[in-house]
C-alpha cells in the first residue's frame, strides 16, 4: 500500500507548476533534509492528491511520506546541495561552516522533474568563487542539462580603518580593525592582517570603518630612485652579483630600470628586498 501511496504521490508531484521556482539560503555543513516536513506545507502538495490518497497517507510514517517527497521533487537539488557542500569543502578548507553561505536558484522544468537513471553530472562554469556562479546540471538517462545559478558568500575578517584617516598617513596598525565581511562584494581587494600594512602610505583619505585595498594603501619603496643596489643575476644554480643604481623608486615585487654600475647597461630588475634585485622573477 505504501509503495501504491509513495509511486501516486510521485505522479501527482510531477503535475505541479512546471516552473516552480526553489530558492533556499542555507548554511554550508548544514542538513538540508530537515526542511522535506515544511516543504510539504509550504508547496501545497496536498491539494493535488485524490481522497484516497490522503486518506492513505494517515497511515503512512513521516518519514516515508519525506522519503517520497524527496525522490519526487527534491531529488535534484538535494544532490546539487551535497556536491556544492563538497566543492566548498575542497576549495575553502580554511573557512569555518558558518562563513560559508550560498544560495541556489533552481527552476524545474517538466523533463528534469523525471528521474534520472544514471549518475548526475556536474560541472562549474568557470571558477567557484565568492559571488555569483552557474552550475551545469546534466543527466544522460533520460537526456537533459538545466543552469543553476549559485550565489555564494564568503566571510573573512578583513581589514578597515578604526578611525578616520588622512591621505599621506604612514600606517600603523594601531589605526586598524578587522570587521567580518562578505569577500565577493570587496571587488577592488582585501587585506587580512593589519600588521602586514604598516608603513604603508594612504593614497586618499578613508573614513572609520572603510575597508582598506591595495588601491588606498601602497606599500613602502624598499628602493628610492638614485639609491645603490645589489643585483643578482644567472642562470640555474649560478648566481652572479653587481652593484647598480636604481632609476626609479620601487615596492616589493615591482620590475625597475637599474643601471649596471659596471657594464653601464640598463636593464630591468625585480626588487625582491630592501636594496636586492633581480633579474630572475621567481626570486620576489
Not at 51 to 68: D, E, F, H, R, W
Request: with cysteine; glycine share 6%.
Amino acid at each position: 500500500m505504501a509503495i501504491a501511496v509513495i509511486t501516486q504521490l510521485q505522479h501527482q508531484c510531477q503535475k505541479t507548476d512546471s516552473t516552480m521556482k526553489t530558492k533556499h539560503r542555507r548554511l554550508f555543513g548544514q542538513n538540508n533534509r530537515i526542511a522535506l516536513h515544511f516543504f510539504l506545507l509550504s508547496a501545497g502538495i496536498d491539494k493535488y492528491l485524490s481522497i484516497s490518497v490522503k486518506i492513505a497517507l494517515t497511515g503512512i510514517s513521516s518519514a516515508t511520506i519525506a522519503s517520497a517527497v524527496n525522490a519526487a521533487t527534491l531529488s535534484l537539488e538535494a544532490q546539487i546541495d551535497d556536491y556544492v557542500a563538497h566543492a566548498l569543502a575542497q576549495q575553502y578548507p580554511e573557512i569555518k561552516s558558518e562563513d560559508l553561505q550560498y544560495t541556489v536558484n533552481l527552476v524545474i522544468s517538466p523533463q528534469q522533474q523525471k528521474q534520472c537513471s544514471e549518475e548526475l553530472a556536474f560541472d562549474w562554469r568557470g571558477d567557484l568563487n565568492a559571488g555569483a556562479n552557474t552550475l551545469n546540471v546534466s543527466c544522460s538517462q533520460p537526456l537533459w542539462q538545466v543552469y543553476v545559478p549559485i550565489s555564494l558568500e564568503v566571510y573573512k575578517q578583513v581589514v578597515v580603518a578604526a578611525t578616520p584617516l588622512s591621505r599621506q598617513n604612514r600606517i600603523v596598525p594601531s589605526q586598524l580593525a578587522t570587521q567580518r565581511m562578505d569577500i565577493g562584494t570587496l571587488r577592488m581587494g582585501y587585506f587580512t592582517k593589519p600588521e602586514s600594512l604598516a608603513g604603508f602610505e594612504l593614497q586618499r583619505t578613508v573614513k572609520s570603518g572603510q575597508v582598506i585595498t591595495p588601491y588606498i594603501a601602497k606599500a613602502p619603496a624598499l628602493v628610492q630612485r638614485g639609491d645603490w643596489v645589489t643585483i643578482l643575476s644567472g642562470r640555474g644554480a649560478l648566481t652572479v652579483s653587481t652593484t647598480g643604481e636604481a632609476l626609479k623608486d620601487g615596492v616589493l615585487g615591482e620590475q625597475i630600470p637599474v643601471r649596471n654600475l659596471r657594464s653601464e647597461q640598463t636593464i630591468r630588475a625585480w626588487i625582491i628586498q630592501k636594496g636586492v634585485v633581480s633579474t630572475k622573477k621567481g626570486q620576489i
